[in-house]
């Protein structure tokens, strides 16, 4: 098993959504994350006074998905995040060693579906 955690637009989160699930993905996680890389900042304005944000928001997604579909859900992220331009995100997989679901028990395989 393998977490893939991937930070990206937030205005991408619908299609990556749909993609993962498509992919075969049963659940994920989200959190609602700032922070910086080569896109740095932004300039905005209010009020007519311009002013720097020095972090930028994005979403962050968690998945815990069986060996099988990795490179698919990876793969669906991938289509459905790109535009092109600096700030798209970055995509990250680490091996799961253990799943349990608390309701129910079930452990590893079992517990994902």
Partial sequence: M????AVIRPQRMAPVRDALLRAGVHGMTLSEVTGFGRQGGSVE??????YKVDYVSKMRIE?????????EAVAAIKAAAQSGAIGDGKIWVTP????HRIRTGERDDDALT
């Fill in 2 to 5: 393998k977490q893939i955690t």
């Fill in 63 to 71: 998945v815990v998905v069986t060996d099988s579909i990795v490179e």
């Fill in 45 to 50: 304005e209010y009020q007519g006074v311009q």
């Fill in 96 to 99: 799961v060693e253990e799943v």
